[in-house]
Structure formats: C-alpha cells, structure tokens
C-alpha cells in the first residue's frame, strides 16, 4: 500500500550513542514533519520540511537534526542521544504543502527508548 | 499562538452507549480542523476534517463532528460505541493559510466497557 514508511520500528539506545530514523513516502507529497509522541503531551513537531530542500525548526528541535535527502525521504538523526529522548517518532507527509486544507499521512512510528 | 485543548485525558463509556469527545481551539480566524485516531502501536488516521460550509461533518466509522464557531469547539460524537472504538483521539488546528503547521490537542484516551 501506497503511505509513509518508517525504519526502525523499534530500537534501544544507550546514552550518547547517534542514530538516524528513516522515513520515506511514496505519494509525491511535497510537505514532510518529524514529531514526538509521549504520554499527555500530543504531538510535537520537531523538524518539518516545506519542499525538497528546505527544512525548519519546529516546536521541540533541540538535540535532533534533519536531512531531506530528496522528494522522497526525510530522515532525524540524534547525534548524541539522551534518556530526555526515549518517545515514539512519527514521520508524516502532506500533499500539497502551504495553504493545504489536506490532511497528513502518518507513518507506524519508530519507538525509541535511550538507557 | 494557536492552541488546541481537549479537556478529557481519559473517557469511559459501555459498548453502545453514545460518545462525545471534546475539543476547543484558539485562533483569530476559523482554522482548519481535523480529527484523528490512533490505535495502540499505530500511527494517526483521519477520521474526519472541516475546512468550510456545513458545521456538520461525517466521518469514517459513523462519526460526526460539529464546529461551533461562536464556542470555537469541534467536538466528535457517535451514536452508538463499538469496542474496537478504544483508542486515542486527536483534535489537530491547521491556520487556514500561511504554513502548514498543525497543532495537536494533547488526546482523549476512550476506553470501551463491554
């Protein structure tokens, strides 16, 4: 099925330790976001990418960097990661980017505990 | 700044019985509104979105949303629960222009008694 693809789905870090989450789709969506997702706080954007070769700072950057690769893929990477990080990652993707009234595509997640 | 409150974390309800999750922004304009859900392990999934024209709108899965504009609410309701309902939901404003920058209500867990 046509979505948003997110690699690892699972993974345990140790503190300090650098890791790269993969996200790709396959709807030629021009729109892509990296959030954050823990217990009653929502969604948090940390990084979103407006079109191939932009990226911004959302809500939450800190600790985290981004990498739109192309049209396709948008990758996070924790340099050095920290237990402050253990979440569950969602990667979405939006069709037709600023002024939209589409919704987003979201990926399964990536469930991310730093010990 | 826009802001999204969904003031119940938790909600219980029986198998059957009717649903009501609510959900309050603040924003200067009428926003975009959506409303998803997410299934334990899952990523989000539209249930519905209102962008204009009539407040009433129809979702996935028998469920309705009205926006309010006078009490800047979008609430979700079902008539009639069913216990693979339990999940977590998700009120989301996105500013109607500009950048899309979504902002998410913190979620309502539903919890479905048989």
């Known amino acids: 099925n046509a979505g948003v693809t997110q690699t690892p789905k699972f993974q345990v870090l140790k503190t300090g330790q650098s890791m790269t989450l993969q996200c790709a789709q396959d709807?030629?969506?021009?729109?892509m976001y990296w959030y954050r997702q823990d217990p009653g706080m929502g969604l948090r954007l940390i990084y979103y990418?407006?079109?191939?070769?932009?990226?911004d700072k959302g809500e939450v950057p800190n600790g985290y960097n981004v990498s739109r690769l192309n049209k396709r893929e948008f990758s996070l990477r924790l340099e050095s990661a920290a237990p402050s990080q253990t979440s569950v990652y969602f990667c979405a993707s939006l069709g037709t980017g600023q002024g939209s009234n589409q919704p987003q595509h979201f990926g399964d997640g990536t469930r991310l505990s730093i010990l | 700044a826009q802001s999204v409150t969904q003031p119940d974390i938790h909600i219980t309800v029986s198998e059957g019985a009717s649903l009501e999750l609510r959900c309050n922004y603040s924003y200067g304009a009428t926003p975009y509104l959506f409303w998803y859900v997410q299934s334990p392990g899952q990523g989000l999934q539209l249930l519905l979105k209102?962008?204009?024209?009539?407040?009433l709108v129809q979702g996935i899965k028998g469920f309705e949303a009205e926006f309010k504009r006078s009490q800047s609410s979008f609430n979700l309701r079902k008539p009639s629960v069913h216990w693979s309902d339990a999940a977590e939901y998700f009120c989301?404003?996105?500013?109607?222009?500009?950048?899309?920058?979504?902002?998410f209500g913190r979620g309502t867990s539903l919890i479905v008694h048989p």
């Open positions: 990418s407006a079109s191939e070769g932009t990226t």
């Open positions: 989301a404003v996105v500013p109607s222009g500009g950048s899309y920058i979504p902002t």
């Open positions: 709807m030629n969506h021009n729109s």
């Open positions: 209102y962008f204009s024209g009539d407040t």
